[in-house]
Structures are given as C-alpha cells and as structure tokens.
C-alpha cells in the first residue's frame, strides 16, 4: 500500500525557517517525481514544488523561489522541503504528492502537515 | 499561468441525482486535465486524469469529458459519500494549476 506521511509542521515566526519531511512507502520511491501541494485554511490547492527521481531537476511556484528548497534521500524514501524567510501567506496544510508517471497529475497524497506562520 | 475557473462554486443536489461540474481553462491544454476529490480535513484523492481515464478503484458513476478549454465532471448517480469538494487542476503548463474548488453538498 503506497503511504506518505508528512512531519516537520508546527508554528513560527514571519522570517523564521522550518523543514517539512514527507516518508514514503509501499512503492519505489527512487522511481517518482515528488511534489509538495500546498492549501491555505479555508482556500483550493497550490503546487509549492517538485523534484525528478534523481533530484537533478527541481522546480517551484514563483511565490517561493529562493526561499523554499525541494530535496529527497532516495535510501531514506524521504522528500523534504526546508522553507526560509517565512510570510504570513506561506500559512497552510503542506501536502507531499507523487507524480502520475509521465504526467504532472498527483496520484497519492499524504495526509498533510500544518504550517501557521504567526507572531 | 493558467487560470482554472470551476462553475459553480457551489451545488446542492439529492442522493441519486445526477451532477455535472464544469472547469474553463484560460488557454488551450489539450486534455491535459485531472479531477480530485477532497473531503473535510482529508487529502485530494485523484478521480480522473487525462480529462476522461478512470483512476484505478475510482466507481464508475464517475466521468470526465472535454478537451481544449472546456471539461466536465459528471457523477450519474449521487451516493452519500461523494459529498466533498471537487477541484479540476491542468497539467499542460508548467506550473500546474487548480480550480478554486466545487463544494458539492446535501439538499
């Protein structure tokens, strides 16, 4: 059974840091493109960030350029997102999503981990 | 980017009607469109992709239709447990994109 859980959420300040860990299971992790889905309390879905198998390519929404970093340990079967330079509308659910083969569709999700970007 | 625009935002229908969802893409994507469903304080769960292919284990009272700018979803047959919030999302241009949601609920 394909399982993702996602960790690392809690409260912080604006222009603080936090490092979001999703552990896959059930399937070749090595094998999947990887994305971090994002949702604000109460609003729809955005695409944060994606990785290819290898971690030679990754991508991101321009709302977090430069200040959020997608990554992976393939041994692990872990994705990670560290966000730096915190805002107040980085305040969401934070979803880890694997990739449909071939597509950007999200086939599994995770359950979710909450960020709340407050002073 | 592409903007996703789901009609309507909202829809309140009984067990056993049939529900049609549409989303409008701002430019063209092919049929490079999916469907999810999400229900309170839960993932999205995939439904459809590729604007009509079934997700494994999806019940086929679920069907996506459309290509180019206009889709739908249609569920034949309302059962208890499809009242949720639906999003449609493109996947033809990077960054992919999602409707604002459809919140589908009980008469």
């Known amino acids: 059974e394909v399982q993702l859980v996602e960790s690392g959420g809690g409260l912080v300040q604006p222009g603080g840091s936090l490092r979001l860990s999703c552990a896959a299971s059930?399937?070749?992790?090595?094998?999947?493109?990887m994305s971090w889905v994002r949702q604000a309390p109460g609003k729809g879905l955005e695409w944060v960030a994606n990785i290819k198998q290898d971690g030679s390519e990754k991508y991101y929404v321009d709302s977090v350029k430069g200040r959020f970093t997608i990554s992976r340990d393939n041994a692990k079967n872990s994705l990670y997102l560290q966000m730096n330079s915190l805002r107040a509308e980085d305040t969401a659910v934070y979803y880890c999503?694997?990739?449909?083969?071939?597509?950007?569709?999200?086939?599994?999700w995770g359950q979710g981990t909450l960020v709340t970007v407050s002073s | 980017d592409i903007q996703m625009t789901q009609s309507p935002s909202s829809v309140s229908a009984s067990v056993g009607d049939r529900v049609t969802i549409t989303c409008r893409a701002s430019q063209g994507i092919s049929s490079w469109l999916a469907w999810y469903q999400q229900k309170p304080g839960k993932a999205p769960k995939l439904l459809i992709y590729a604007a009509s292919s079934l997700q494994s284990g999806v019940p086929s009272r679920f069907s996506g239709s459309g290509s180019g700018t206009d889709f739908t979803l249609t569920i034949s047959s309302l059962q208890p447990e499809d009242f949720a919030t639906y999003y449609c999302?493109?996947?033809?241009?990077?960054?992919?994109?999602f409707g604002q949601g459809t919140k589908l609920e009980i008469k």
């Open positions: 999503a694997r990739g449909l083969p071939g597509t950007d569709y999200f086939d599994y």
């Open positions: 999302q493109q996947a033809n241009s990077f960054p992919p994109t």
């Open positions: 059930g399937f070749t992790f090595s094998s999947y493109w």
